[in-house]
């Protein structure tokens, strides 16, 4: 299983970026799913998630910014973000959060990071 995200960049304060992240292989709709970010020299947190029934929850200092949804025929889920602010910087990063289902464990999969960087 790989998780490939994208759209990250440079964007100016108060601009909007929608990140990617698609699913290739292994279980991806009955997987909650999540988006991480990790600023320079802080610890990654956690920004948003959503249960595989499509149920999202957010970080406090991005409710009512950010968006996370999912389209699990093609296996991806997205975070809308608006209004950014010069803290919203950092490399975003998805995760297929582990589950138990029908008797089978399913472990949780990082993928790779997308930078997003918003100026003052």
């Known amino acids: 299983v790989q998780l490939q995200a994208c759209g990250g960049g440079l964007v100016q304060v108060g601009g909007s970026l929608r990140l990617s992240c698609v699913a290739s292989g292994g279980t991806f709709s009955i997987n909650a799913m999540g988006w991480y970010r990790q600023a320079p020299g802080k610890r990654r947190e956690l920004v948003a998630g959503i249960t595989s029934g499509g149920s999202a929850a957010y970080a406090d200092s991005v409710k009512g910014r950010f968006t996370c949804s999912r389209d699990n025929a093609k296996n991806t889920v997205y975070l809308q973000m608006n209004s950014l602010k010069p803290e919203d910087t950092g490399v975003y990063y998805c995760?297929?959060?582990?589950?138990?289902?029908?008797?089978?464990?399913?472990?949780?999969?990082w993928g790779q990071g997308t930078l997003v960087t918003v100026s003052s």
């Open positions: 995760k297929r959060e582990g589950v138990y289902y029908r008797g089978t464990s399913y472990s949780e999969i």
